[in-house]
């Protein structure tokens, strides 16, 4: 039973403002629509959302009456944007926090509306888990085997940087481009990650996760994650620490997206090097 862990963004530059003016359109290479999931469930587990310069509201709605309740304003949600600090400095706010999650059904389409300020910037991510999602075979550990099979620990930088365009995902960097000391043909768990500069969403694209996208908001509300992976694997009792081949650094694909433009925020991965390749 394949499980796929997929993040998906969402965006639109200098919005309209108004109430509920805006929707937002899915950011190059992702898709609102839930995909075609065979067994097993679906279900968003992490969301997140910024205004780049103000406070805003979302509104978050499927057809479906069992993944948001209604047709008029669904999961509806506040994004704040001067606590702490100030508006255009945060990035990243949880909007779906705790254990709060979303139930998925296949063939739907999500569509997200948000009132703001006019010429605003609007970036909503979000994590989908699909217990069994056809032609994607993710290796992902648990914390437990990860620990039985560390070797040693390493953090590798990854200067990728946000789009001039704001909302949209930035240019891809190569796992390697910048800091190239992984072992040959070993395997690596991501633990997490940190940034010198907040940033809205840290993408990763690679094919040990079946070509599809993983990832993990990075705003100052959520700059301690360093083991965002493995909180993740703790807090849902399921292998979802993200592992892949050293011989696929290359192809191991790295993007920013961020409600500011050009953000440089100076990623640094923190990886178990593993004694095995991991996986259920």
């Known amino acids: 039973m394949p499980r796929a862990v997929v993040l998906n963004s969402a965006s639109k530059a200098n919005t309209t403002g108004g109430t509920f003016a805006d929707t937002l359109t899915a950011n190059a290479g992702d898709s609102l629509a839930v995909a075609n999931f065979v067994n097993g469930n679906a279900k968003v587990l992490e969301a997140w959302a910024i205004d780049s310069a ?8 499927y057809t479906r009456p069992q993944a948001t309740h209604d047709q008029q304003r669904g999961f ?3 994004v704040p944007a001067l606590v702490p600090g100030g508006a255009g400095a945060i990035a990243a706010h949880s909007i779906l926090g705790g254990y709060g999650t ?25 994590i989908t888990l699909y217990d069994d999602l056809p032609g994607v075979q993710g290796v992902f550990a648990g914390w437990d085997q990860i620990q ?33 000391r992984l072992h040959a043909n070993t395997w690596y768990a991501i633990l997490g990650a940190t940034v010198q500069t907040q940033c809205t969403t840290l993408s990763l694209l690679g094919p ?20 965002w992976f493995v909180d993740q694997t703790l807090k849902w009792n399921l292998p979802l620490i993200p592992c892949f081949n050293s011989n696929n650094k290359g192809n191991v694909l790295v993007q920013i997206a961020d409600g500011q433009a050009n953000t440089s925020p100076k990623i640094d991965f923190f990886l178990y090097e593993l004694t095995a390749q991991p996986g259920y």
């Open 76 to 78: 509806r949600f506040g």
């Open 208 to 227: 040990d996760w079946g070509g599809q996208r993983i990832g993990l908001p990075m705003g100052v509300l959520n700059t301690d994650t360093s083991a």
């Open 54 to 61: 103000s406070v805003a509201e979302g509104s978050w709605v």
């Open 102 to 126: 979303i139930d998925l059904y296949k063939s739907d389409t999500a569509t997200l509306t948000y009132s703001s300020t006019a010429a605003d910037n609007i970036l909503q991510s979000w």
């Open 148 to 180: 039985a099979l560390q070797l040693s620990m390493v953090g590798i930088q990854v200067t990728a940087v946000a789009s001039a365009t704001r909302g949209a995902y930035g240019a891809q960097r190569a796992f390697n481009a910048d800091d190239d």
